[in-house]
């Protein structure tokens, strides 16, 4: 069973910064993409930014120049850190994962629970 949990989320200021990571575990064979979404309260869920197999990244526009996307491959862990946080950034986080799990022929997405941004003075 494949599990991929969130964390680093809490309160923060605005104007600083935070740090989430997630880490995918279980058995798997290997991970393609991973990516970071967003769900704010009463919006839709919004694609953050990506780190793929190859070890491309790619934002929202949104994002670029304040998020930034890590990939540890070693221990199956990608994190965000996010700077200049705004009151606007307050959702919750989540992580998924491209990944094929041991004995699959095929990969298939693996959501987290989420991790809880609260941007507020």
């Known amino acids: 069973q494949v599990q991929l949990v969130e964390s680093g989320g809490g309160l923060v200021q605005p104007g600083g910064s935070l740090r989430l990571s997630c880490k995918a575990s279980?058995?798997?064979?290997?991970?393609?993409?991973m990516n970071w979404y967003r769900q704010a309260p009463g919006k839709e869920r919004e694609w953050v930014a990506e780190?793929?197999?190859?070890?491309?990244?790619s934002y929202a526009d949104p994002f670029k120049g304040r998020f930034t996307i890590f990939r540890d491959n070693a221990n199956n862990t990608v994190s965000l850190q996010m700077n200049s946080l705004k009151p606007e950034d307050t959702a919750v986080y989540y992580c998924?994962?491209?990944?094929?799990?041991?004995?699959?022929?095929?990969?298939?997405?693996?959501w987290g629970k989420g991790t809880l941004v609260t941007v507020s003075s």
């Open positions: 998924n994962a491209d990944l094929v799990v041991a004995g699959a022929l095929f990969g298939r997405m693996y």
């Open positions: 780190s793929s197999g190859g070890g491309y990244t």
């Open positions: 279980g058995s798997i064979f290997r991970i393609n993409a």
